[in-house]
């Protein structure tokens, strides 16, 4: 037992995950054992308001609101333009695998057509970012209503100045405490994760997934190729960063998105990394990272076309270059308004077919083996919230501390401060 506890948190963490998925396999029962996954998801999830909430508010609050449509501008340009290359990837390996091709057709007799879904309209999707009670979008976890409150009443605290300082003092020291039980709750990760990965090989093992490999490969490979290539590049070049140093320093990070498949129970994580890690001051990560958390979705950019041409695939429907470079559009705009819709990337999916015109009864093959690509697409939502973070950081004067970022030097909780990145 003390060689365990020598171990460093990311260790534990491949273990847990490597010995959960083999005794998975070799004996399902231990399935039984999710509930404890299922608690660390839940303690993460507790705090996930009063964290999102404080950071914005106290960094909008140390924003000169000069600097915040700056900071704005550098932000959505860097989520967007990884957008787009996703979803253009998305379509280019669905053209080259043809994961449709080639399945038994017999299977769609099998498959229950799920609820139909229609598109919300424009002026709804941007109707539903503003709360309209702020206790019950914290109630309900609507983040893009959090995020989008406490922006602006950070901004507020931010003009009203002295007299709002005591509410800026008493949001910073939520902060902390949210901070602090993060790491309480981090190290419950590794067992956590053993939980999680026996809970899936023993309850779907291998054999579920072969009829549906190619789809699941295309998949991945997307969203390895925009992990490791184009994340790379950009990290490199813009943040000019060692991008094996920036993946190396966010593995923890990684791995819980991985295994939890939430990119929302992952944002605390994301801050504590970012902060700690990676050397990012808190005003950019406390900005960037809850705002990607709803808007930045690269993952699901992949996913989308893969699955949507997949099902078209299926069915022997001819795909032209047209309806591809509006299946493009289609998914960064529909990308955009994600977050204001319940269901996530399924319903989001039978929007999509129904726009295009293909058949929305094929989500019900996807749905059965879709854990598998979220795994995938989850880690590479969360890894480009971080990498965006990094280069707006790297564009801001004295926002990133490269010593703390090349492991020199590493920060405990209680040296994070919003005034500057260490206390004293």
């Known amino acids: 037992m003390k060689w365990w506890f020598r171990q460093s948190l990311t260790t534990k963490i ?19 054992l999710k509930f404890l996954g ?16 404080s950071v914005l508010v106290v960094s909008m609050a140390s924003i000169d609101l000069r600097s915040f449509g700056r900071l704005g501008v550098k932000v959505f340009f860097f989520y967007t333009a990884t957008t787009v290359v996703a979803s253009i990837l998305g379509v280019v390996l669905a053209n080259i695998m043809q994961p449709g091709v080639g399945l038994d057709p017999s299977v769609l007799a099998k498959l229950t057509p799920p609820k139909p879904a229609s598109p919300p309209p424009l002026a709804e999707i941007f109707l539903n970012m503003v709360p309209l009670n702020i206790v019950d979008a914290a109630a309900k976890g609507t983040m893009i209503q959090i995020v989008v409150f406490a ?19 008493l949001l910073e020291g939520v902060y902390q405490i949210m901070v602090k039980m993060v790491w309480a709750i981090m190290e419950m990760a590794p067992y956590a994760v053993f939980a999680l990965m026996a809970w899936l090989t023993g309850v779907t093992g291998f054999k579920a997934l072969l009829p549906l490999a190619k789809y699941i490969l295309a998949t991945i490979i997307g969203v390895s190729f925009q992990t490791f290539i184009v994340v790379s590049i950009f990290v490199a070049v813009i943040a000019r960063v060692n991008p094996w140093q920036f993946y190396k320093r966010s593995l923890d990070y990684m791995m819980v998105a991985f295994t939890t498949r939430s990119s929302a129970a992952s944002l605390p994580i994301a801050l504590q990394v970012a902060e700690q890690k990676l050397g990012i001051h808190p005003r950019i990560a406390g900005f960037s990272l809850p705002l990607g958390s709803v808007m930045n979705q690269d993952g699901s950019a992949i996913w989308w076309p893969i699955a949507a041409m997949f099902i078209a695939q299926l069915y022997g429907l001819p795909i032209t270059l047209e309806q591809q470079i509006y299946l493009v559009v289609l998914v960064n705009l529909i990308g955009l308004g994600s977050t204001g819709i319940p269901s996530g990337g399924i319903i989001l999916l039978a929007m999509i077919l129904t726009s295009m015109g293909w058949p929305v009864e094929g989500i019900a093959l996807i749905m059965g083996v879709d854990v598998i690509p979220d795994m995938f697409r989850t880690t590479l939502n969360v890894v480009d919230d971080l990498s965006g973070a990094l280069m707006v950081a790297a564009t801001e004067k004295g926002m990133l501390r490269r010593d703390i970022l090349s492991g020199e030097r590493e920060l405990s909780a209680d ?8 206390k004293g």
């Open 151 to 169: 922006i602006f009443f950070g901004l507020v605290i931010g003009a009203v100045g002295k007299k709002a300082e005591p509410v800026r003092v």
């Open 14 to 32: 491949f273990i847990g995950m490597l010995t959960g998925m083999i005794l998975g396999l070799v004996y399902p029962p231990i399935s039984n």
């Open 415 to 422: 040296e994070i401060t919003f005034t500057g990145v260490e």
């Open 38 to 53: 299922d608690i660390f998801i839940r303690l993460i999830q507790v705090v996930i308001v009063p964290l999102v909430f």
